[in-house]
Structures are given as structure tokens and as C-alpha cells.
């Protein structure tokens, strides 16, 4: 089947020399995935799901396919086609995962929803998506209705409830057949929108192509494969839970463990319970699990790592949860424009090697490009800059999405120099084997300006983290009458004792002054987005009456 994609950004899909449409893998479109998974993995375990009070739902592969092919009947029967858009309201349940999986196989789109977002936000996403039909998860009816466009229909979702009625629909319907068409690599898939602190939601556009591609990568750096178990904390609204823990996996035939949510108090047993080779995480988790667990003693799990990503890692935090636990952390960095991950640490490096790359160089590496895109440093004209420079990190490959959907200025901002340019500043060095190790030092638009001098918020966030008394803070910038721009502090302390000119005092000994953080708020949480992602433009405010104030040192 041929898509026609924008000749702007295709420069943006070619890797290594190879554009984006020679590059094949063992199937050419989801619903031969699934069909083959049904067949050759059949009543090996798929899905595990544990809800809030610890009761499991198991899928067998066949089981879970046969479920998808019913719901897919289902959207068939609701005028849902090939290129048509489907709009998921729920959270972590199989039944999302159902519904995604099912639009996959007859070539629908699913755009699932982020539920703790405002109701503008998911006015706009759903004015905006133009789906044509809008699942909605009972416990979310009477929110979203209102929100809905007049002609837009919507299916409830209550399989929770005794009796039933929507499971009952779909168990009425058979299985739908694999659709005609088998080359379905370039057809719109999964739609997420991205959770920007400021302006619309845009839409990432990802095709059947993206998630073959980042999902075998992601498997073969990891080794996923039949006999992997890996579980699924993170939500499943965002490309982590969808591609790292479903897709990946799905493709790899291996098993997944859901969770309904993450918990830090059971997050060791119910790894221990199902024997957890893999999870995602977010650095947000491993700071509760280090809050929570005051001991390895729990730690019985048959890890072989962490993947963590998706927010910003401290050196601290890294160091502090691999010492506790025992357990390595593998980082890494993606962005949900380029489906998910495009870089990891290796997981084959020697702990001295690992211990190198997390801890020695002021930030812990986002890792080595992996072999499905490119990587490089650029400054703002799209020309390299030197190792050990700062700069934008870009990317290029089979897995960069076909654009943002309808937004011409966007796609022109992000796909210049025939690159997609992240928006985040960082860094690479090369190792003595010739691999360039990349590292990320902060958002470009993050960037505290102070008197005309670009400073990183995270390489401050690294010294507070690090601060007596701390027991979580960012750095935000905050505006200011005489050098446009001044430093701040939220701070979650560890005890009611903890007083802000001390941690202004250790920051001073360890940053220069024009570095350091002026003030301290203490707060009882970090501003964070459903990802773990700091939202340091949310809080400027908070340091308002300190807009005229000259510090001095």
C-alpha cells in the first residue's frame, strides 16, 4: 500500500543510508503480527494484570488476539475502517490495550488519552484527533461527555462491573478477519499528544513502520524475547507504557506483567511474584522506591536491569538507587516523535564502564545511538558541533514519526536540516572504542538566561539533589528585573528542621554564584507531568516578589 509522506520530513525517516521504505521486517503490517503470535506462542502467557487490591486477569497470546479480533468486529460494525481514528479514554487495563491492538489490526489509529489531563486539554485533543468513534471507560462518562464534538459517537466501557454489558457486546461479535491489504507499514497508527507546559497539544503521528522498528530495536538491546517477563508501571497513555512494555514485548513474544498503578510499597513483590526481568521506569520512580524502601533485604526479584528514561536523572539519584538495590540502571532517552527510545547505555558494559558513564561526567549518559537512528549534537544552523560542545540533539531513522498531524509550522520547526531536532540541549563524547556516548543537559526552552548567559537547570538540579536536608528539588528560573532571568529553588525537605539559607549556603560552595540558587521554597510535591517530566514554566510564578529583588553574595 503506498502513503504518501511529506517529501520535508522523509530526509528525517532515512538512517545509515536507507530510507524508511526499503527497510522490511519479518511482517509488513500488525494484524499479520498478531495473527502469527496467536499461532506460534497460543496458550503461553501474555498478559498478567494486576488491579489496586492485587487480584490478576490472565491472557494467554490466542486468548488476548481472539479478544482484539472481537473488538476490532466491534469498531467494523461501528463504521471504524483503515486510516479512521479511535480515541481510548480509560488507563492501565487490558481493555486499553485491547482496544489499541485492535485498532492496529484493521488499520485503524487509536489516540489514547491522558485522563489526568484539564478539560481544555482533552477538548482540544478530542476536537482536534477527529476520531470517529470514542471509547470511554465508565468511570470516566460523566467527565467526558460534555467534552465530546456533537457528532461524535461514543462506546462505554464497564468490564468491571458484574454482568458486564460491553464485554458481553463484544464476545457477540466473531472474530474479525485479517484484513486484505498485507503491506500496512506507512499507515497511521497510534496518535499521542505531546504534554508541552504551554500553547495546543500537538499530535505525533506514528505508523505500523515506527513501532516495528523502535520495538525490535528496543528488543534486541535488551534482550526480550520468549522467556522475558517484564511489567508495565509507567501509563499507558504515553509511548513508554505503549511501546517499551506492550509492543516491544508483543513483537517479541515474551510476557508482560500491567499494573494498575505503580506502587512503590509493592513494587519489589509483585516483581518477585511474577519473576520481572525488565521494567520501564521514570526517575520519579526510583526516587519513591528509594524513599519507601529503606533496605535491599526485599530485593528478590530476578532483575537484569531497569530501563529508565522519559525525565530528567540525576547523577545523584542513579548512583544512590544502584548502590541501595543493587539492581543497574540502563538510561536512556527517547521522545514520543521518535516513537519511543532512540539511545540506551549498553547493558554488556563491565560495572566499572557503567559506573563510568552514570557517575564521571557530571550528567549520566542517555547511552549509544541506537542501530535503528542516528544521533548528533547540532548548533543552530544544523552543523555539528565538537565532541564535549553543547548543543541540540537530533535524530534520524526508521522510527522518527511521519509528523506532528496538521500543524505545518511544527513540522517545518522540528524537520530542518532534513533532521528532527529535539529541543533539548546536550552533549557526546566519544569512548575509546569509537562510539559516541550522548548526554542530555537540559530543554533548550528550559534554559535559564541570566544576563545573557545560557544556564542548564539540570546541572543545578545535581547539586541541590545533593544538599543536606533535600529530599527532592528543581531549580526553576524565574523572571527578573536586572538580568532578565534569576535562579529559584523548589525543595521537598526530608524534616520540618531543614532551613533554606543552609541549602543556599552548600549550593554556593559547589556552583559559582551566578549559578546558584537565590531562594528557596519548600513544597510538598515537584511540579510533574503523568510521565515524571519536571514542568518547571508552571511555577515561575511562585517567585513573583522576588522579581526586584539584587541578590547579593
Known amino acids: 500500500m503506498t502513503i504518501e509522506l511529506d517529501p520535508r520530513i522523509n530526509p528525517a525517516r532515512a538512517a545509515h543510508g536507507t530510507i524508511a521504505d526499503d527497510v522490511r521486517y519479518a511482517h509488513d503490517a500488525w494484524h499479520s503480527v498478531m495473527m502469527h503470535a496467536a499461532d506460534t506462542h497460543g496458550e503461553s502467557e501474555w498478559m498478567t494484570y494486576v488491579d489496586e487490591s492485587g487480584r490478576t486477569t490472565c491472557y494467554s497470546y490466542a486468548a488476548f488476539v481472539d ?7 466491534l469498531l467494523l460494525d461501528k463504521g471504524v475502517t483503515m486510516g479512521s481514528r479511535v480515541a481510548i479514554a ?27 489531563e484539564d478539560d481544555q486539554r482533552l477538548g482540544f485533543i478530542l476536537r482536534a484527533s477527529d476520531s470517529s468513534l470514542v471509547f470511554v471507560r465508565r468511570d470516566y462518562t460523566k467527565r467526558l461527555l460534555p467534552l465530546l464534538p456533537v457528532d461524535v459517537p461514543f462506546c462505554e466501557v464497564d468490564t468491571d462491573a458484574p454482568q458486564s454489558e460491553y464485554a458481553q457486546r463484544v464476545a457477540s461479535y466473531d472474530p474479525a478477519p485479517a484484513p486484505s491489504i498485507a503491506d500496512m507499514r506507512f499507515v ?96 520519579t520512580l526510583l526516587a519513591f522506591l528509594l524513599e519507601t524502601n529503606s533496605s535491599s533485604q526485599a530485593v528478590d526479584a530476578p532483575f537484569r536491569h531497569l530501563i529508565c528514561g522519559a525525565g530528567p536523572l540525576t547523577v545523584e539519584l542513579g548512583a544512590a538507587f544502584e548502590d541501595r538495590f543493587g539492581i543497574r540502571v540502563v538510561h536512556g532517552y527517547g521522545l514520543s516523535e521518535t516513537t519511543c527510545y532512540s539511545c540506551f547505555l549498553p547493558t554488556d558494559l563491565d560495572d566499572s564502564e557503567h559506573r563510568r558513564w552514570m557517575r564521571d561526567y557530571g550528567f549520566p549518559s542517555i547511552g549509544v545511538a541506537l542501530p535503528v537512528n542516528e544521533m ?14 553543547r548543543g541540540e540533539i537530533v535524530v534520524r531513522g526508521w522510527n522518527v514519526m511521519r509528523e506532528y498531524d496538521g500543524n505545518v509550522e511544527a513540522n517545518t520547526s522540528a524537520f530542518q536540516h532534513g533532521w528532527f531536532r529535539s529541543g533539548d540541549e546536550g552533549f557526546r563524547l566519544r569512548s575509546a572504542d569509537g562510539r559516541h556516548y550522548y548526554f542530555i543537559t537540559g530543554r533548550l526552552k528550559e534554559l535559564i538566561i541570566r544576563g545573557g548567559v545560557n544556564i542548564s537547570p539540570l546541572e543545578i538540579d545535581e547539586v541541590l539533589a545533593a544538599a543536606p536536608g533535600v529530599r527532592a528539588a528543581i531549580c526553576v528560573g524565574f523572571d527578573h528585573d536586572m538580568y532578565g532571568e534569576e535562579i529559584g529553588a523548589l525543595v521537598i525537605p526530608e524534616h520540618e528542621g531543614v532551613a533554606a ?25 515537584l511540579p510533574v507531568t503523568s510521565t515524571g517530566k519536571y514542568q518547571r514554566t508552571k511555577v515561575r510564578h511562585l517567585f513573583r516578589e522576588y522579581r526586584g529583588t539584587r541578590f547579593s553574595k
Open 90 to 116: 480509560g488507563h492501565n487495563h487490558p481493555d486499553t490495550i485491547i482496544q489499541m491492538f485492535a485498532c492496529w489490526f484493521i488499520g485503524a489509529c487509536a489516540v489514547p488519552l491522558n485522563m489526568t
Open 376 to 389: 548528533a549534537i547540532h548548533d543552530p544552523h544544523g552543523n555539528d558541533v565538537a565532541d564535549g560542545e
Open 188 to 283: 497511521d497508527c497510534l496518535m499521542v499528544y505531546t504534554s508541552g507546559t504551554t500553547g495546543a497539544p500537538k499530535g505525533v503521528v506514528l505508523m505500523q513502520q515506527n513501532l516495528f522498528a523502535d520495538g525490535h530495536a528496543i528488543a534486541e538491546w535488551h534482550g526480550i524475547s520468549t522467556g522475558t517477563t517484564m511489567m508495565c508501571v509507567l501509563p499507558v497513555h504515553h509511548v513508554n507504557g505503549t511501546i517499551v512494555t506492550h509492543s516491544t514485548p508483543f513483537l517479541a513474544g515474551a510476557s508482560i506483567v500491567l499494573c494498575r498503578r505503580f506502587s512503590a510499597t509493592s513494587f519489589f513483590a509483585t516483581a518477585r511474584r511474577f519473576g520481572v526481568h525488565i521494567v520501564s521506569v521514570v526517575p
Open 501 to 525: 539559607q543552609d541549602i543556599l549556603a552548600y549550593c554556593r560552595t559547589r556552583l559559582p554564584f551566578t549559578k546558584a540558587p537565590k531562594v528557596v521554597l519548600f513544597v510538598e510535591e
Open 67 to 73: 479478544e482484539c479480533r472481537r473488538t476490532a468486529a
